[in-house]
């Protein structure tokens, strides 16, 4: 239906991108289920068709009224959700006009305009990506037949090699959140980047293409944005650590900061905060985030929250990686030299689980013993006695209640007194 929807305003309507490829890699005994479709209509560079996207996108919520549809202004994109849908709650169709992109200088937010199919395809990252199904039937004069796979650049081939290759050497250069994307489609395919585009990202990063990220005046909010999600996709997937090595080979880690080295040390404490976050049940975790402080807490401390705040972390990242340097120059001491479970509650009490697990991590093997036995048992221990039973016992509330309450919990955790 929604062909024929497209065939009757005179448009072709092509299945394009990350769905081509899966379908073309899936072993068709193992059906694919797609989650993510993208279309693109070829409005044939009539200006009148250049909303043709989102027109179609009018013309299948009619055809079905639960759909709910979102338009991206600028780049004329109709996003289709069936979320009231229990079958199809996961589906998510974006029809997009066939367009060109222009870049008015290096890493700017591209600038767009109706095109062919050919010059859309040719805009995108990878060759693989670059693949089209047309799924409208041909018009009178044109040979190609509906079902017709289109691979104006060697896709079909790369996919046969399972190879990464990029369309033109600027794509890195004009995005570099492409270099990300190489390294997160080598690892999860388990493909290997080609030599010549290898060669193209160490261009791209030599001529300081990342400079303009770290500069957070200068850098576009929407590459900033592209490139968290990068981040954000690639440490929370089952492959980060595969992934952040060869990132680290690429040297692509120097987009966060030229200082940032993906050391064996570094390596072993991400696996470690990830270890922690699996074993202590905290709420609301998001491992990616606590993945990358802890790759930004190898920086100095100045340096940890100008990339933090440029990559737009949220406050309570800013916080723990604030408050890790008071951990470790003044805490960790103090840490070091306590004598009874009292003095080691008093010191970290007030910190939550995720600052004291990044704490944990850099920390060597005595602190790390300490703050396990606090985050696993002193932080559990309640005091025996609340402010009601104070007030029940003729206590007047005031600041004296804190003093009882505090040293019945010191007494407690020392193991002075005891829960009869
Ligand atoms: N694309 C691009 N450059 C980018 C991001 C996206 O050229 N920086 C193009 C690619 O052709 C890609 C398509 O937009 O196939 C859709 O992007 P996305 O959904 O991010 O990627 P998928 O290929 O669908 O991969 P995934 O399976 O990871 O969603």
Known sequence: KVTDAAQAKGWNLYLVGGGVRDVLLTDESDPLLLQDIDLVVDG???SADDRAGVELAAVIQQMYPDVSISI?????????????DPIFSNLLIDIATARTEFYPYPTANPQVEASSIRQDLYRRDFTINALAVRLTPPKRGEFSRKGDLLDFFGGLIDLEARQIRVLHPNSFIEDPTRIYRAVRFAVRLGFTIE????????????????QELRISDRASPALTTRLRAELKYILQANYWKPALKLLAK?????CLHQDLVFTKALAWQVTCVSRWMFYIDIPNVQPWLIRLEILIAHLSPFDRLEVAENLQLPKDSLQRLQQLEILETE????LLNSQLPSQIHQLLQIYKPLTLILFAARGDKNIRHILWQYITKLSQVKPL????????????????????LDDVL???????IRDR
């Open 44 to 46: 044939f560079h009539r």
């Open 72 to 84: 991206h202004g600028e780049f004329q994109t109709a996003a289709l959700s069936w979320h009231k």
């Open 195 to 210: 030599p010549q585009t290898e060669e193209y990202i160490h261009y791209a990063i030599k001529s300081g293409v990342y």
């Open 250 to 254: 690429l040297n692509a880690l120097s």
């Open 331 to 334: 805490v960790a001491p103090q």
């Open 385 to 404: 006695l609340t402010g009601n039973d104070l007030k029940k016992l003729g206590f007047k509330p005031g600041k004296l209640y804190k003093e009882i």
């Open 410 to 416: 010191a007494a407690t955790l020392d193991g002075k």
